[in-house]
């Protein structure tokens, strides 16, 4: 007898309300037990796996790949009874059906989604004149009219198959009007989207049908449709024809603006693409967004020589205590903020708005910004601040590791006091970024470079970059920005200077 028991989305953070489901490792009557892997879920901050609490048979899975859900939400089912549910043994019934007859069905339904267009001359009800009858009404796709009951389907006449009638056929083949009834200023594009194609005069001499909105889109892209051959039924012209032409030029002419011109995008692309705002992304743009109009933000910038850190550096990477990580000059950068947190404590202090007070902590959790696929994430080291230098460089070498991996938890991206921004890896001199809400500092660390620089009154090659500290003034006043932007700098410069103060 079948048991089933509902697996609840949980909160895997700090209060978050929802998440992304990512990707099922499961599937219905897939069989499971308990801490086995069943999903990956993002949350505002991290992407986690969620494990099985049920042994069993997977049942249905609630909530599909791409969905948010909010926490609590049933996502999937799992029967932990002796039998599978009905449900998961049911025999689908294409299985019972010839497959002929599954295709006329498929047919059938296909032909009941189309209306049949009106006769020749006839008007059709519901779109001029008086309305269809209400037992002759049926429910159709929106934007194709009514269509009647008895309405037989007629045969397209093409000029291949059926030789040109005697008399010249009418220019549009809209609905017929009463001569006494239609307005005098009545044009094919106002009758609405379920209008009939007008014939378009075509190079060749003979005419080709285009749709109102297809004239409309030909006319905004400039698309001459005389010059187009149509591959829509009866020789019509469509929207992939228009768009196909419009991405043959590289430019064409706004409609009503001289001197102006829009590029067209690739053969076969699209114009635009919107992308859904959830998970990391969306959690990092409402957190700077309330970082950049909460706190007062103040930036200073400090060119130095970085030639003797490099050269450190390169010493480490020697040493038997570095051997098994990878040695940078972030590590010597992220040592020099330490030591410059020790010395001014204030900038490793918070502003607690709720209890009007500015808590200032006595430890470091070292903050580094990565990029990853899923967007920017700040993981920090734990108590940085009570590390030797190898032990600090194997946690920076893991958390970034980690980070780029898409494993970082939400444990790993909480309680950030302090952060360090390498800009530097993307090439770059330096920028004014961000603090992370609830820090009163940030460090960005810009790229190495050889530069002209004044050693001894001589002018000489070094190793230069840019810092740029971004402040909170609530917290940090201009001269405490200033002050932990030197002693940085001085450490770099000099790096027997972070043994000194230490």
Same mark, same amino acid.
């Given at each position: 007898m079948s048991d089933l028991k509902e697996f609840r989305l949980p909160d895997v953070g700090e209060g978050l309300t929802e998440a992304d489901i990512v990707r099922w490792h499961v599937r219905p009557g897939d069989q499971i037990t308990?801490?086995? !892997?069943?999903?990956?879920?993002?949350?505002?901050?991290?992407?986690? &796996?969620?494990?099985?609490?049920?042994? #069993?048979?997977?049942?249905?899975?609630?909530?599909?790949?791409?969905?948010?859900a909010d926490v609590g939400t049933p996502i999937i089912s799992v029967n932990v009874g002796g039998s599978a549910p009905a449900a998961a043994t049911a025999v689908p019934e294409e299985a019972l059906v010839p497959p002929e007859? !599954?295709?006329?069905?498929?047919?059938?339904?296909? &032909?009941?989604?189309? /209306?049949?267009?009106? !006769?020749?001359?006839?008007? &059709?009800? #519901?779109?001029?004149?008086? /309305?269809?009858?209400?037992?002759?009404?049926?429910?159709?796709?929106?934007?194709?009219?009514?269509?009647?009951?008895?309405?037989?389907?007629?045969?397209?006449?093409?000029?291949?198959?059926?030789?040109?009638?005697a008399a010249a056929p009418p220019a549009t083949r809209t609905p017929a009007v009463p001569a006494d009834t239609r307005p005098a200023d009545i044009k094919p594009a106002d009758i609405g989207p379920g209008a009939a194609?007008?014939?378009?005069?075509?190079?060749?001499?003979?005419?080709?049908?285009?749709?109102?909105?297809?004239?409309?889109?030909?006319?905004?892209? #400039?698309?001459?449709?005389?010059?187009?051959?149509?591959?829509?039924?009866? #020789?019509?012209?469509?929207?992939?024809?228009v768009e196909q032409a419009a991405a043959t030029s590289s430019a064409k002419p706004v409609p009503g603006i001289s001197g102006v011109s829009i590029v067209a995008p690739a053969a076969g692309g699209p114009r635009e693409e919107r992308i859904p705002i959830r998970g990391v992304r969306k959690h990092t743009a409402a957190a700077v967004s309330a970082s950049a109009f909460t706190a007062p933000h103040v930036t200073e910038f400090l060119q130095i020589d970085i030639t003797e850190t490099m050269t450190a550096t390169t010493q480490l990477r020697s040493l038997p205590e570095f051997a098994d990580v990878k040695v940078s000059p972030l590590l010597l950068v992220a040592k020099a903020l330490l030591v410059a947190a020790a010395r001014h404590p204030m900038v490793n202090a918070t502003w607690d708005e709720a209890a009007q007070e500015i808590v200032v902590r006595h430890y470091v959790n070292l903050g580094i910004a990565a990029t990853t696929e899923r967007g920017l994430i700040v993981p920090n080291v734990k108590d940085a601040h009570a590390m030797t230098l190898p032990q600090l460089a194997t946690a920076l070498a893991q958390l970034t &590791?980690?980070?780029?991996?898409?494993?970082?938890?939400? =444990?790993?991206?909480?309680?950030?006091?302090?952060?360090?921004?390498?800009?530097?890896?993307?090439?770059?001199?330096?920028?004014?970024?961000?603090?992370?809400?609830?820090?009163?500092?940030?460090?960005?660390?810009?790229?190495?470079?050889? =530069? /002209?620089?004044?050693?001894?009154?001589?002018?000489?090659?070094?190793?230069?970059?840019?810092? =740029?500290?971004?402040?909170?003034?609530?917290?940090?006043?201009?001269?405490?920005?200033?002050?932990?932007?030197?002693?940085?700098?001085?450490?770099l410069t000099d790096p027997l200077r972070m043994l000194a103060w230490s």
């Open positions: 308990v801490n086995q !892997i069943i999903v990956e879920i993002e949350t505002a901050k991290a992407v986690v &796996e969620l494990p099985s609490p049920y042994a #069993g048979t997977v049942a249905d899975l609630l909530v599909a790949e791409g969905t948010t007859a !599954i295709r006329q069905r498929e047919i059938s339904e296909a &032909e009941d989604l189309i /209306p049949a267009p009106p !006769i020749e001359g006839a008007s &059709e009800p #519901g779109m001029i004149g008086s /309305p269809a009858p209400k037992a002759e009404r049926q429910a159709v796709l929106v934007g194709y009219g009514v269509k009647l009951g008895t309405t037989a389907r007629r045969a397209r006449k093409t000029a291949a198959s059926t030789p040109a009638p194609a007008t014939e378009v005069p075509q190079a060749n001499g003979s005419r080709a049908l285009a749709k109102p909105p297809v004239r409309k889109m030909a006319r905004d892209l #400039g698309v001459d449709l005389g010059a187009l051959a149509g591959t829509g039924p009866g #020789g019509s012209i469509t929207r992939d024809d &590791e980690t980070a780029r991996a898409g494993k970082a938890t939400p =444990a790993d991206m909480s309680g950030g006091t302090i952060t360090i921004t390498n800009v530097g890896i993307f090439g770059v001199d330096t920028g004014t970024p961000i603090l992370t809400p609830g820090e009163a500092a940030i460090l960005a660390f810009g790229q190495v470079k050889d =530069a /002209p620089w004044v050693v001894d009154g001589q002018l000489a090659v070094r190793k230069v970059c840019t810092l =740029a500290l971004s402040f909170d003034h609530r917290i940090v006043d201009g001269d405490l920005g200033s002050a932990v932007l030197r002693d940085v700098g001085a450490m």
